[in-house]
């Protein structure tokens, strides 16, 4: 039970540890950061056996029991998007341990990367509304200041709109948690759950629920409200733009979007079809949007939107297959994006530029780069045999059978045109002459090729999630979001065990 | 009703700032404003009237108390936004220090 | 008088030597009391900081940034921090992360009561008092660095 806290805890005290000793005793950074999310990741694993034995845990911070004290809580969702989050955060740390040569501070990097990692775990493990804006104002203002990581310019420029637009986006989600505390006079998720379903509908839930959509769509940069991103995400150093893009938007956004509309207000069909139609808006602005860039970097990011856009869908549609497709690309688009982003990182790392016009050929002198960027690319734009063919096909089925016939179809094309742009990507880069002057370059360190490889392989093999052995994993997550309103019964259950 | 409202025009002003102003220092201060806005609803959500302060005293009794728990949340949100404004106001210096202006329709290097 | 070239006129050096002790005394008081009368880790750490801060602005900054430098300001921030966590974990050993451990639970009008409340505080204070005289010494050291190009 006591593990609970320690998806918290570690990452906190690693940040100050690194912060303390980084700068007096020299690689004590790169130590401890790795040792602490390895040691996240092997919790977060241990967390899915915890899962499978008692369905739903509860941990009472400080002995204050529920209602009164802040709880944290474990179930089959939270495990999933702990795994995701912490599988990513470690290959990220260790491929910044040559990466991060290149700036100047990296006790500072750490430190704040730790930061925000501790504000995404404790987005997941919390059970508690307020707890959770405050745990997302971490990981924000940890992201802001990450994205301005570089002080260049551009760097500065895209960390202010950032900040600007999140901080707006803070306000918003403080202001719906105000409201609904009004309403219910409590702020465990639980105890709201159950408050509400004790009282008639209202109008001011309504109310509550668009404003929660509006504040953690522009966290997730659904399309309306995506302005910052295609910003925000190319101006990080990779690694950060790995985690912004792979994890952060999907903790922030998606997971906080699941919880709300799913588990506390049991939404009502026209707010899950309000869903349906931002992902599809996000989907096909993304993908057009993607097409058209030359960097690199600005491409993924409006990648990142597109995909984001599948999986808003997917949860709007709502029937089990839908969810169970949406978590599938969730984890996917976290795998071979992180993925790309550190591919094009190794890029810029090795010929330091990100112009798409002046690369070329890259794959005969970086040839594991090379692999990794075809593996994410391949996936990402759904070729067969890859986690991303599966995770789409079960999508596009679940639109199918919800009688969306229309909205399949639009899918399907702009999974088209995923692989249009994708295709650019790999044929601009890797393919063709190579350029003269790049002929000198070589392939990058082991440590940054060893967490690309890895990243890779999962993003070959994660197809297998559908596979009824490993099925159970994604199953107990969608069984926690299909069983809408019951989470309070299994919560407060769990609480009395 | 009228305070909430009045909470509400605040909540405007600051978004209106935002929006609107191109100086990127009054920006800051109209998201400083949108904050207090909200933190300002929130305290009033706790308050009833007639209410003391939730602080015990020898002739304090519970009943007659405001809803404590607004006030300390507020004080967390006070926290957060004192970090933020601190961030945002490190930025704006250093974008001073790159573009010479703080005329936000002028920093625009990024497009696309 | 060479020395009071730095900072403002003498009226305000003066005042600032006066006050500034019982500035900082306040924080502290507000800190201690923390857990019984309104106040705490952060109100208290807020006045602390702001003293220094007083300094800073009567005396120049090379006179505050030798009483307390930057280094230290974030060693002692980095302490605070470390400190509430290990508080925290020190709950563990009665079963639960942040429990409040100490037999003495805490009495109404009594300062020495609360458990680790006042410890928290403490903790708090060293955070926010350091982090906010770190966070404006760094904005002054900046804003000095432009002027001098």
Redesign the interface.
């Known amino acids: 039970m ?1 593990v609970l ?1 320690f998806y918290v ?1 570690i990452p ?2 690693g940040a ?2 690194i ?2 000793l980084g700068k007096r005793i020299k690689s004590s950074g790169d130590i401890l950061a790795n040792l602490s999310t390895f040691s996240l990741l092997v919790f977060s694993l241990y967390s899915i056996k915890l899962v499978f034995i008692n369905k739903v845990l509860v ?5 204050w029991v529920a209602p009164i004290g802040i709880c944290m809580v474990l179930d089959g969702l939270s495990s999933f998007m702990l795994v995701t989050v912490n599988l990513v955060s470690f290959l990220v740390t260790l491929y910044s341990i040559s990466y991060m040569e290149r700036y100047t501070d990296k006790a500072k990097f750490y430190t704040l990367f730790m930061l925000m990692l501790a504000g995404m775990n404790g987005i997941i493990i919390t059970g508690d509304l ?1 707890n959770l ?2 745990f997302l ?1 971490i990981a924000s ?1 940890a992201s ?2 990450l994205v ?1 990581f570089g ?4 760097e ?5 709109k950032y ?2 637009i999140g ?2 986006a ?2 918003l989600i ?2 719906g948690i ?2 609904l ?2 309403y219910t ?1 409590t ?1 465990n998720m639980a105890d709201i759950s159950s408050v509400l379903s004790g009282k008639p509908q209202s109008i001011l839930v309504n109310f509550v629920l668009v404003i929660f959509l509006t504040g953690f769509a522009i966290k997730a940069a659904l399309v309306p409200f995506h302005a910052w991103l ?2 925000a995400h190319p ?1 990080a150093p990779a690694p950060i733009s790995a985690m912004l893009s792979g994890v952060l938007i999907k903790v922030l956004g998606v997971y906080a979007i699941c919880r709300i509309f799913f588990n506390i207000i049991a939404a009502s069909h026209k707010a899950f079809f309000i869903l349906v139609v931002l992902g599809l808006i996000s989907m096909i602005v993304g993908a057009f949007l993607a097409i ?2 030359n ?1 690199i970097k ?1 491409m993924f990011a409006y990648s990142s939107i597109s995909q984001i856009g599948y999986i808003i869908f997917a949860l709007g549609i709502g029937t089990p297959l839908a969810i169970f497709g949406g978590l599938f690309h969730l984890f996917n688009h976290a795998v071979f994006k992180s993925t790309l982003f550190l591919t094009s990182g190794a890029i810029e790392y090795s010929v330091n530029t990100r112009d798409l016009r002046k690369l070329g050929g890259l794959s005969s002198r970086l040839p594991i780069t090379g692999y990794t960027g075809l593996l994410g690319s391949m996936s990402i734009s759904g070729i067969p045999p890859l986690g991303g063919f599966w995770s789409k096909l079960v999508i596009i089925f679940a639109a199918l059978q919800a009688g969306h016939f229309i909205f399949a179809t639009i899918a399907v094309l702009v999974s088209v045109i995923t692989l249009a742009y994708y295709l650019k990507f790999q044929s601009y880069a890797f393919f063709g002459k190579l350029d003269e002057a790049l002929i000198k370059i070589k392939e990058v360190p082991l440590t940054m090729r060893l967490s690309m490889i890895t990243l890779g392989l999962i993003c070959a093999i994660s197809g297998l999630l559908c596979v009824p052995a490993f099925k159970p994993f994604l199953q107990s997550a969608v069984s926690v979001l299909l069983s809408g309103n019951a989470y309070k019964d299994a919560v407060f259950n769990a609480l009395i065990r | 009703m009228t305070e909430y409202i009045l909470c509400l025009a605040l909540f405007c002003i600051g978004l209106y700032c935002v929006l609107r102003k191109r100086n990127i220092i009054k920006i800051i201060i109209g998201l400083g404003i949108m904050e207090y806005a909200v933190n300002l609803f929130f305290v009033l959500v706790g308050y009833k009237t007639g209410g003391r302060a939730p602080i015990l005293a020898k002739d304090q009794v519970v009943s007659n108390m405001v809803d404590p728990i607004p006030q300390a949340l507020v004080l967390t949100s006070i926290v957060i936004g004192l970090a933020v404004t601190a961030l945002i106001v490190a930025i704006a210096i250093r974008l001073f220090e790159r573009y010479g202006t703080f005329d936000i329709t002028k920093i625009r290097r990024l497009k696309g | 008088m060479k020395k009071s070239d730095k900072g403002m006129t003498l009226i305000v050096k003066t005042i600032t030597r006066l006050t500034v002790g019982l500035i900082l005394l306040y924080g502290i008081y507000i800190v201690l009391h923390g857990h019984i009368s309104p106040g705490g880790g952060f109100a208290g750490g807020v006045i602390i900081a702001l003293s220094f801060i007083h300094l800073m602005l009567a005396f120049g900054k090379e006179f505050a940034l030798k009483k307390l430098s930057q280094a230290a300001a974030s060693l002692l921030e980095n302490l605070g921090a470390l400190m509430f966590l290990g508080i925290a974990l020190a709950g563990l050993t009665g079963g639960y992360f942040f429990l409040n451990f100490f037999i003495n639970k805490g009495k109404p009008f009594t300062l020495f009561s609360a458990g680790i409340i006042p410890l928290c505080n403490i903790a708090i204070c060293l955070k926010v008092g350091a982090g906010l005289f770190a966070i404006f010494a760094a904005l002054i050291l900046f804003d000095s660095s432009q002027e001098n190009k």
């Open positions: 006591t806290s805890v906190l005290g100050f540890l912060s303390l941990y009472n911070v400080g002995g307020f804006f405050v104002e203002i802001y200041a301005a002080t260049e310019a551009e500065l420029e895209a960390s202010f900040a600007v901080s707006v803070s306000s403080l202001l105000a409201i505390y009004s006079s702020l295609p910003d101006s058209a860039q960097d600005r």
